[in-house]
Nanobody, 125 residues
Framework: QVQVVESGGGLVQAGGSVRLSCTAS????????MGWFRQAPGKEREGVSC????????YYADSVKGRFTISRDNAKNTLYLQMNSLKPEDTAMYYC??????????????????WGRGTQVTVSS
């Protein structure tokens, strides 16, 4: 069974930090680019950060650049997002996604890959 499961979300004060994790199983993790996407109520889904299969390439949305760091541990089939200096506008459901095509992932999400169910991050002012 293919599974992509996010964890680590919760309530945090503005200026604080949280680390999200995404554990994957049922597919060849190191054959897939991975990414984090988020969606707030009434807003469009947006790409937050993506990372290539090897970790050699990364993408960050301008809104999070310098504050968030994406990483992966292929030995553990795990993706991470370290989120620092959080702002209320970071409040959203955060989703983990996988796709063999890194550029397709950066462009908007997986076409032939997988989505997790999401983890909620709420940043209070």
């Amino acid at each position: 069974q293919v599974q992509v499961v996010e964890s680590g979300g919760g309530l945090v004060q503005a200026g604080g930090s949280v680390r999200l994790s995404c554990t994957a199983s049922g597919f060849s993790f190191d054959d897939y680019a991975m990414g984090w996407f988020r969606q707030a109520p009434g807003k469009e889904r947006e790409g937050v950060s993506c990372i290539s299969w090897s970790g050699s390439e990364t993408y960050y949305a301008d809104s999070v650049k310098g504050r968030f760091t994406i990483s992966r541990d292929n030995a553990k089939n795990t993706l991470y997002l370290q989120m620092n200096s959080l702002k209320p506008e970071d409040t959203a459901m955060y989703y983990c996604a996988a796709d063999r095509d890194y550029f397709a992932l950066v462009a908007g999400g997986p076409q032939f890959g997988y989505w997790g169910r999401g983890t909620q991050v709420t940043v209070s002012s």
